[in-house]
């Protein structure tokens, strides 16, 4: 299973960005999909999280901003991203603690490979 990020880039303060995550492969169910970021010399931090029923949370820092959205269909978590910040800069990880691939097999802990969203002021 491979979770593929798209639609990062540079924008101005104030602007918009939607990022989204594809899970990938043999995939019966995912389970919890969430975003995280990083900057340079810094942990990754928790953004956004959406369970498989939809139940959501935030960071205190991005709430009331960001939202995120999934698609159980299309195994797809977005993140809508509105009033951005200089300080919003990093590199985004999408994320899922479980995809169930079978009966009784699943995955666990994956990460995608990072996309970079810049907000200049």
């Known amino acids: 299973v491979q979770l593929v990020e798209s639609g990062g880039g540079l924008v101005q303060a104030g602007g918009s960005l939607n990022l989204s995550c594809e899970a990938s492969?043999?995939?019966?169910?995912?389970?919890?999909m969430g975003w995280y970021r990083q900057t340079p010399g810094a942990q990754r931090h928790m953004v956004a999280f959406?369970?498989?029923?939809?139940?959501?949370n935030y960071a205190d820092s991005v709430k009331g901003r960001f939202t995120i959205t999934r698609d159980n269909a299309k195994n797809t978590v977005y993140l809508q991203m509105f009033s951005l910040k200089p300080e919003d800069t990093a590199v985004y990880y999408c994320?899922?603690?479980?995809?169930?691939?079978?009966?009784?097999?699943?995955?666990?802990?994956?990460w995608g490979q990072g996309i970079r969203v810049t907000v200049s002021s």
């Open positions: 492969g043999r995939i019966l169910r995912v389970n919890v």
């Open positions: 959406i369970t498989d029923g939809g139940d959501s």
């Open positions: 994320y899922t603690d479980r995809v169930i691939t079978g009966l009784t097999s699943y995955e666990s802990n994956l």
